[in-house]
């Protein structure tokens, strides 16, 4: 082989280990002379945390017990557990699955009218406020697709969820804020719902960083929007907005290569 043609070869060996090693646009080669194949898939799982507002025009129709407070707004938290997967088609995008556990909390407040009443002689204001606690669990199977910005490693994506609900609870509580001497919590009880939607589908946004922690793992961590074009209730107009702050470790499987 002459010097021409061995330097062609060089090169071309060269270029294809630098863009195998660039894959993900992560450098995982130990050295020139020993690449390391990059993956296609990876397998991991994660946790999130949530924040979430809730907006109903009338509680009402889940319950009639429900008629005590004007319950219209709310906000909550939650927390979600999740085994994953991520298939990269070519170095710069993904498609992705994640298999999930939630469970998520709200609360509306809705305070009543002062009412004044006498007492002794003297009139004193009546201060109430009636609260409604909701606790929801779902098993969701969500599919996404990921995108790096820029020839960097943050990433932009659109997902849709599709979402079982495995429980439903709801709790009202009275609570009287004054006068001070009859302060006091009065648990109304659990509340069987109906006219709730057990199958939702709920599409998301998200925005996150592929952090290399070793040769063929990363970390994701991502902030998630998830938006409600289709009701928890749709007699009651019950919708949920969800952001969410999570991380999902990446694990690459080696024996699906480029």
Known sequence: MNKSYFLLFFNVVLLTSIIDAKSQMFDWQYSVRLP??????????????????????????????????????????????????????????????????????????????????????????????????????????????KWLLDETHIFAGAGLGFNIALSNSFEQTESIISPEQFTAAIPYGKVEPANITNALIKPSLQIGYDAELARGIYASPYICIALPIFANSPAANWRVWTLSAGVQINYGLLAISW
């Not at 002794?120 to 199977?141: P, V």
């Open 36 to 145: 390391f194949e990059s993956p296609k898939m990876f397998i991991g799982g994660g946790v999130a945390f949530q924040k979430n507002w809730h907006s109903a025009t009338n509680f009402r129709e889940i319950n009639e017990e429900l008629h005590c407070g004007n319950y219209r707004s709310g906000a909550g938290s939650g927390v979600e557990i999740f085994a994953s997967g991520e298939y990269w088609r070519i170095g710069e995008s993904a498609i992705g699955f994640r298999l999930k556990y939630s469970q998520m909390h709200g609360v509306f407040d809705v305070p009543t009218d002062p009412t004044p009443f006498k007492l002794h002689g003297e009139i004193l204001i009546l201060r109430r406020n009636f609260i409604l606690s909701t606790t929801q669990s779902f098993l969701s199977a969500e599919f996404y697709g």
